[in-house]
Nanobody, 117 residues
Framework: VQLQASGGGLVQAGESLRLTCAASGSIASRNVMGWYRQAPGKQRELVAAITRTGGTIYADSVKGRFTISRGGADTTVYLQMNSLKSADTAVYYC????????????WGQGTLVTVSS
């Protein structure tokens, strides 16, 4: 599986941004996709994930502000980020797994999101 992420950029605090990740290759029928992020000096953390059937989870820090969704015959995942804060500044990575139980095993290249205050 290959992942291609896009949509990062520089925004002001309070503004919105949408990330897109397109998956290609041998996509499992019960796959899970998601987004991780890594801020400077911090560990990579899971931001949001979505199963093939639409189940979602979010990090507490983004609940109510970020929305993960699928499109493109379920091979594309989006992360709509609203009310962005400077704390959201990080490199965001798209992730893929063959199933929720097996966890993520593939990551795409990162896309930088910078939120200025």
């Amino acid at each position: 599986v290959q992942l291609q992420a896009s949509g990062g950029g520089l925004v002001q605090a309070g503004e919105s941004l949408r990330l897109t990740c397109a998956a290609s290759g041998s996509i499992a029928s019960r796959n899970v996709m998601g987004w991780y992020r890594q801020a400077p000096g911090k560990q990579r953390e899971l931001v949001a994930a979505i199963t093939r059937t639409g189940g979602t989870i979010y990090a507490d820090s983004v609940k109510g502000r970020f929305t993960i969704s699928r499109g493109g015959a379920d091979t594309t995942v989006y992360l709509q980020m609203n009310s962005l804060k400077s704390a959201d500044t990080a490199v965001y990575y798209c992730a893929y797994g063959n199933s929720w139980q097996q966890g993520f095993n593939t990551w795409g290249q990162g896309t930088l999101v910078t939120v200025s205050s």
